[in-house]
């Protein structure tokens, strides 16, 4: 068969899990919507379309698009960041990817809380906002805590904008 999965993408016949048998990728066309299984080379094994695969998808599990406890949930992959997780979240470290976008509650070492998704913590390495002077918290990081020798030089001009209103 000329649009065989064999002899149009020869390089998934590798992947091909003898779960399938006796389907062969000389048996199904490249562009197939029937499910079948495969097995990378990492090891790991799932279900997926024939088409899918010929479209480039890969492992759902290195992708992170599936998340597997002890595998590659952020418990296990970033250890330490999982300990900034919020205990008011819904969710617990190992039930997401390090690659979510989705938005969670981190609490810093100095208690501070707030709300990143979990992508910006992973890739881009953001931290706690306040600790990083990128947000005020009064008492914390504001001008008048940090400087009250320049914030009692404060001018009215400056209202309705207060000194604990600034780092």
Known sequence: MSNSLATVHPELVAEWSDRNLPLTPD????GSNKKVWWKGACGHEWQASVKARSSGE??????????VEGINDLATLKPQLAQEWSEKNELKPTEVSVASHKKVIWKCKNGHEWTASIKSRTVNGTGCPYCSHN????GFNDLASQY?????????????LQPTMVT
């Open 58 to 67: 890969k492992c759902p599990i290195c992708s992170g698009a599936r998340v």
């Open 27 to 30: 048996g199904v066309t490249f």
């Open 148 to 160: 009250p020798e320049v914030a009692a030089e404060w001018s009215d001009r400056n209202l309705p």
């Open 135 to 138: 947000k005020v918290l009064a």
